[in-house]
């Protein structure tokens, strides 16, 4: 459907300050946009006219997405983005630029975190310590703390300046799957998310959550996502947390098996 049906005022004026080639340059030069090499990722400039909210409809040059420079220059973002943060688009029903760069917060921070204990970042676990609710007074959507349930601090109270500075990225050809597998488009609806309940989730959804919530402990996002690339600095302020208890692999259970049968049959002789 033409989003000039049903996009807001507010919303047909978000345009964009990256209108040129050079405004563009000027930003690739400030901060990476690939976790690997910035030659597979492909940035054109912005109509000067061109709401956040346009989509391939009126842009017959192929697919795109918008993101907001601040995810690159503040939450380092790399592209492309991960199965987690592809996930958990699409089950929001949000582009990129859809969501509030504090909530991109939240989820970069949540998946550094995981990492660091070794835990499989999913939706479940994520949507037991966040919400996401449908709010008509704001222009971005927002994930909030579930309450009683705080795992991250808010990255900015008062987020300012990333209005008006997003991006139009383009797949290269030599990066055709750049933007496969979540949406590029700004929605018109949102799918929203109650917190999950502990007593739904599967037992190593459970386990985790668990793990975690009995931490105690409400980590700063500011602080995961500055030493995220560096193991050692987000480790120490981690600190020496306890581990999440290991499961088995089949090779040590096999081996276990093993010498229970060995113990079990010379205490026969």
């Not at 409809?57 to 690159?72: A, I, L």
């Not at 709010?135 to 349930?149: A, D, F, I, M, V």
């Not at 795992?151 to 008062?158: G, H, I, K, T, V």
């Not at 668990?210 to 600190?239: A, C, H, M, R």
Request: hydrophobic residues 35%; aromatic residues 16%.
């Amino acid at each position: 459907m033409d989003y000039s049906a049903w996009a807001k005022k507010d919303l047909l004026k978000e345009t964009s300050f990256y209108i040129s080639s050079e405004r563009i340059r000027d930003l690739r030069k400030s901060c990476d946009l690939s976790k690997t090499n910035e030659n597979l990722i492909k940035v054109v400039p912005c109509e000067p006219d061109e709401p956040v909210c346009n989509d391939e409809s009126h842009d017959p040059s192929g697919p795109f997405c918008f993101f907001y420079d601040t995810v690159f220059k503040k939450l380092y973002l790399r592209l492309p983005l991960t199965n987690f943060e592809k996930e958990l688009l699409t089950e929001l029903n949000v582009s990129p630029a859809q969501l509030h760069p504090n909530s991109w917060a939240y989820i970069r921070a949540f998946a550094a975190l995981c990492s660091q204990f070794e835990i499989l970042p999913t939706l479940n676990i994520f949507f037991y310590f966040f919400e996401f609710k449908n709010s008509t007074k704001q222009l971005w959507s927002s994930l909030n703390s579930c309450g009683g349930r705080s795992l991250l601090s808010l990255f900015r109270s008062s987020y300012k300046n990333f209005k008006g500075r997003f991006v139009k990225v383009r797949p290269s050809s030599n990066s055709s799957t750049l933007l496969e597998g979540f949406p590029l488009y700004w929605a018109r609806q949102p799918r929203f998310q109650k917190p999950r309940q502990l007593g739904k989730l599967d037992p190593m959804e459970r386990g985790v959550c668990e793990f975690l919530e009995n931490l105690q402990t409400v980590f700063d996002t500011s602080t995961i996502l500055k030493w995220e690339y560096n193991p050692d600095l987000l480790k120490s302020y981690i600190g020496i947390m306890p581990s999440l208890p290991k499961q088995p692999s089949w090779i040590e259970l096999l081996c276990f098996l093993y010498f229970a049968f060995l113990s079990f049959y010379f205490s026969l002789l």
